[in-house]
């Protein structure tokens, strides 16, 4: 049975002393779950995250990386150097990413290489714009970023991959695609997996749904046949709902 991973994604929110503070509050909530927990969060937080976290089961993640491992790339972080501080996880193509910095499929299939190379379990994002989704594209949308994400790995590293479906319409909106449709989607996307890789691979993929999920919602979408958890932005920056979330099955 495959564990269910809850990853925050803070975006660009919290500063240090704020991150230790949520880390610090959030420890005695969590510590008895058997649900993998994570924090992704802003560059100048990592170090003080992982300081932090440590010796407790909570994980700490970066939200993007470069695919080189040094070089002439102002503002850039390579995937070198968050191993170097004992990151564990890295968020990439989230979608803000691909709007906004000029993400691509190709470079997204680069860094998920980099980030296997460095030892850095990456969170590839994939998903819809509400004018795909209401042009009936969404699969092949989302089948056509899986496999270009995973174009090239290996079986032992496609089986650590973790996907990160969240449509874009639903991220930041309120807006929850149902349970229904969003298990629909990841399983479309494990299929797509099987198709390359074979089932075996495609039933040990963890794949999250992430757009809204809230501690209202969270019960239902994690009791889904093929949602493994999710991937969260405002419901991750307070420690009373993350939490909750976190638990939804106790």
Known sequence: ????????????????????????????????????????VPYTDLFYAILTAQNTNIKIGAQNM????????????????????NVDYVIIGHSERRQYFGETDETVNKKVKSAFANGLK???CVGESLEQRENGEEKEIVTSQTRLALNGLNNEQVQNVIIAYEPIWA??????????????MCKIIRAE??????????????????????????KELFETSDIDGALIGGASLKVEDFEQIVNYNK
Request: glycine residues 8%; charged residues 25%.
């Open 1 to 40: 049975m495959r564990k269910k991973v809850i990853a925050g994604n803070w975006k660009m929110n919290k500063l240090p002393n704020e991150t230790i503070d949520f880390i610090d509050r959030l420890i005695p909530k969590i510590k008895d779950t058997e649900n993998e927990v994570v924090l992704c």
């Open 66 to 85: 470069h695919f080189e491992e040094k070089g002439a790339y102002t503002g850039e972080v390579s995937g070198q150097m968050l191993k170097a501080i």
């Open 122 to 124: 990456p969170i590839v």
């Open 171 to 184: 991220i930041g909106t309120g807006k929850t695609a149902t349970s229904e449709d969003a298990n629909n």
């Open 193 to 218: 997996i099987e198709k390359i890789y074979g089932q075996n691979i495609a039933q040990r993929v963890i794949i999250q749904y992430g757009g809204s999920v809230k501690p209202q919602n969270a």
